[in-house]
DNA sequence: CTGTTAGCGCGTTCAT
DNA sequence: ATGAACGCGCTAACAG
C-alpha cells in the first residue's frame, strides 16, 4: 500500500495525503476526516526509505556506547540509559538505534561510525562518552554532526546533560570532615574518566577548604564493577589482593 | 557526495559503481581498483535510504524486547543479549534498532510495532519473547515478517534458539535424587513463561523417573531479581516474608 | 564486463 | 485548499 492507492482511494491526489500524515494544516476537516479514515482502514504505514529519500530526514535517533564493553554487562548504568533512551524515542516517534563498539578492534568503531553518519542513517546520535579525549566525540564535533553527550564535554562545546560529580564527592566529604572524620578513603573509578576526575577534584576540594591535605595511600581505583571495588576496598583495609 | 559524483570522478556510469559497492564480481580488477580509490579518497558512503528505497532492504535488523520493563534492569540476561545482537549485527554490517515496550499504554507497543514493521522499517527481527502466547509473536507469524525467536516457540511454528530448560533442569533434579536427596525445593520464574513451565516439567519429570511425585509446598515462585530470589528462598525455609 | 533506462515511494515547490 | 510535476540517490533489469 502506497501514498498513492491511499490517494485513489480517498479521491484525492498525492500531496494532500502527504499533508494529512504529516499534519499540515492546509487541509479541510472534511478531507482529513475521510483521509485519515482510508489511512486506518487499510492500515496504511508511510514508507520509513522513501520519506527519508524526499525528507532527508531518517527520524532514527542513535545511541552510542563505546569501548568498555565488559561493564555493559556488569554496569547497570547501561540498561538504564538505554532503557531511557528508548522511551524518549518512543515517545518522539522516533526509532532508536544502538551503535555499539563491540570488537576489539579500534578501527571497527570508526568504521561502524563513518558508515553510520555518512551514510546519513541517523538524524542525530546521543554519545555515553564517558573517557577523557575520545576520539568519537571529536570526530562528531569537527562533523559537526547533531548529538549530545552523556557526561560531561570538558571542553564545553558540545550539549551534555551530566550530574555534579565534583560537587557531589565534595559534599560528601565536607559532609564526614564536618563529623570530625579525617581518614576518608575514596575508591574511584578509571582515572581516565571525567566522572573520576571531577569526583576526585571534589574530594581534594573538601579537603582543602578544611585546611587538609588529603593522604594519597586512602585512594583506591575500582573500575564499576562488584570485583574491582571488593578488591579495591581490601587494598584500603591493608589487604592487597 | 552521490553515486553520481563518484561514477563521473572514476570515469565510470553509475552501475559500475553501483556494482563495486555491493561487491557484484562482474567488474574488471582495473575498474573496480579505481572506483574503490575515488571511494576511499572522498570518503563517500552510499544513502542508506536511497539504497532502502532502491533495494527494498533496509539492512536494519530489530531487536524486540517486550513487555518486562522493570527486568531489564535487574536482570543481567539482557545487557547480554544486546551486546550478543549487537555484535552480529556489527560482524555482518548491519545496523540494530532496539524496540522496547517502555510505555505503561498496551496499545503503544502495537502501534510501535505496526509503525516500524509496516513501514518497512526493518528487514527481520529477533525478538526476546518469554511469554506464553506473546500477542506481539503471534503477530509477527501472522503478517510472516522474518523474525527469530530468543526462547522457544511452543507451537514450534517459527525458528527459536534457546536453551534446554527442561532437560537441564531433569538433570538437576535427577543428581539430587541420585544422591539420596528427596526433599528438593525449586525456585522458578513466574508461571506465564515458557522456561519457568519447562523447567517445572523438568522438576516434575525427574521425580516421576524415580517413582516419586514432588510436594508442592517445595516450590516457590521468584521473578529473576535478587530480592525475589530472596523472598523465595524465605518462604521455602519457612519464614513467609 | 559496462552503460542505459526505469522506477522505488514520498516530500515539496509551484500553480491554480 | 488542492493538484501537477519534479527530484531525492540508488538498485535492477535489459541491452550491448
Excluded: W
Excluded at 15 to 23: A, H, L, Y
Excluded at 125 to 131: L, N, P, Q, T
Excluded at 200 to 229: C, I, S
Amino acid at each position: 500500500m502506497t501514498l498513492e492507492e491511499v490517494a485513489s482511494l480517498a479521491g484525492v491526489s498525492r500531496s494532500t495525503v502527504s499533508r494529512v500524515i504529516n499534519g499540515d494544516h492546509r487541509v479541510s476537516p472534511a478531507v482529513r476526516e475521510r483521509v485519515q479514515d482510508v489511512i486506518r482502514v487499510h492500515n496504511y504505514h508511510p514508507n520509513a526509505a522513501a520519506r527519508s529519500l524526499a525528507s532527508r530526514r531518517t527520524r532514527i535517533l542513535g545511541l552510542l556506547i563505546p569501548q568498555p564493553v565488559g561493564s555493559i554487562v556488569s554496569d547497570p548504568f547501561f540498561p538504564r540509559l538505554i532503557q531511557g533512551v528508548a522511551e524518549a524515542c518512543n515517545a518522539a516517534d522516533r526509532t532508536l538505534s544502538l551503535l555499539m563498539d563491540t570488537s576489539a578492534d579500534p578501527t571497527a568503531a570508526a568504521r561502524l561510525y563513518r558508515r553510520v553518519v555518512r551514510g546519513r542513517h541517523l538524524d542525530g546520535v546521543v554519545i555515553s562518552s564517558s573517557v577523557v579525549d575520545d576520539p568519537t566525540v571529536a570526530q562528531l564535533k569537527e562533523d559537526r554532526f547533531p548529538c549530545v553527550l552523556v557526561g560531561r564535554d570538558p571542553r564545553q562545546e558540545m550539549s551534555f546533560v551530566d550530574v555534579y560529580d565534583r560537587e557531589a564527592a565534595q559534599g560528601a566529604v565536607a559532609h564526614l570532615l564536618a563529623h570530625g572524620y579525617r581518614r576518608i578513603g575514596m575508591i574511584n573509578g578509571p582515572a581516565n574518566m571525567i566522572a573520576a576526575i571531577d569526583r576526585h577534584a571534589g574530594y581534594v576540594a573538601a579537603h582543602q577548604k578544611a585546611g587538609l591535605r588529603p593522604d594519597p595511600a586512602l585512594m583506591a581505583e575500582g573500575d564499576f564493577t562488584r570485583r574491582g571495588g571488593y578488591r579495591a576496598m581490601q587494598t584500603l583495609l591493608g589487604h592487597p589482593p
